[in-house]
């Protein structure tokens, strides 16, 4: 079983519809992190979580929210999406502590229309 | 901010070859560096993972190398396979988070 899993792994939606992208992970990992890819601009920080209580913007928040329900399960979610949300989003995983080995999730490909 | 650069952005080799893959970063305050694996559809897979204070790192037939003074890292690949088909990038641990690279996609002909 993989140990960082993203449900789902495609979508497909409308401009100014709520959507929600889940994150669960068993390796046991405090710090839990949203990218997304774009097309020549590689992978960019939505947001991280260091623990339950400790969450932090990236570098391109804007238009996304984040919870951490518990350890495992860190979701996304983009309140209205609008087109240019459409991308190859991941999540992934660290142990806590500065520079650890992040590991990450298969992926889900969302697209706006 | 952090800039990293991966050149060429595509290259095919005939299989058996030996090859190398470039990264280059423009702020040498970082803590690691780590390759990756990126297979359509699968994600990335972490190749290795080079400390800021080691200069390389060795799995299988990958061999990383550091030199945090000039801002480079090389992925050295032996013996190409078939297999070994996929977009390779790098990215820096630094700020508390990683930096990436846009990848090399790389094309191992039979």
């Known amino acids: 079983d993989a140990d960082v899993t993203q449900t789902p792994r495609n979508r497909i939606t409308k401009t100014g519809k709520r959507i929600m992208l889940e994150c669960s992970q068993t390796?046991?990992?405090?710090?839990m992190y949203w990218y997304r890819q774009d097309p020549g601009l590689g992978l960019r920080l939505i947001y991280y979580s260091f623990d339950v209580k400790d969450i932090n913007k990236g570098e391109i928040s804007d238009g996304y929210s984040v919870s951490r329900q518990a350890q495992a399960k860190f979701s996304l979610s983009l309140e209205s999406a609008i087109p240019n949300q459409t991308a190859l989003y991941f999540c992934a995983t660290s142990l806590g502590g500065a520079g650890n080995e992040q590991f990450f999730g298969p992926g889900t490909r969302l697209t706006v229309l | 901010k952090q800039e990293v650069t991966q050149i060429p952005a595509a290259l095919s080799v005939p299989e058996g070859e030996n090859l190398v893959l470039n990264c280059s970063f423009t702020?040498?305050?970082?803590?690691?560096l780590q390759w990756f694996r990126q297979d359509p559809g699968k994600g990335l897979t972490s190749l290795l993972l080079?400390?800021?204070?080691?200069r390389e790192q060795t799995s299988g037939r990958l061999n990383a190398s550091l030199d945090k003074s000039s801002g480079r890292s090389t992925l050295y690949i032996a013996a190409s396979q078939p297999g070994d088909s996929a977009t390779y990038l790098c990215a820096v641990f630094g700020n508390e988070k990683l930096t990436f690279g846009t990848g090399t996609r790389l094309t191992i002909i039979p």
């Open positions: 702020d040498s305050a970082i803590y690691n």
């Open positions: 080079i400390q800021s204070s080691q």
């Open positions: 390796k046991g990992h405090d710090r």
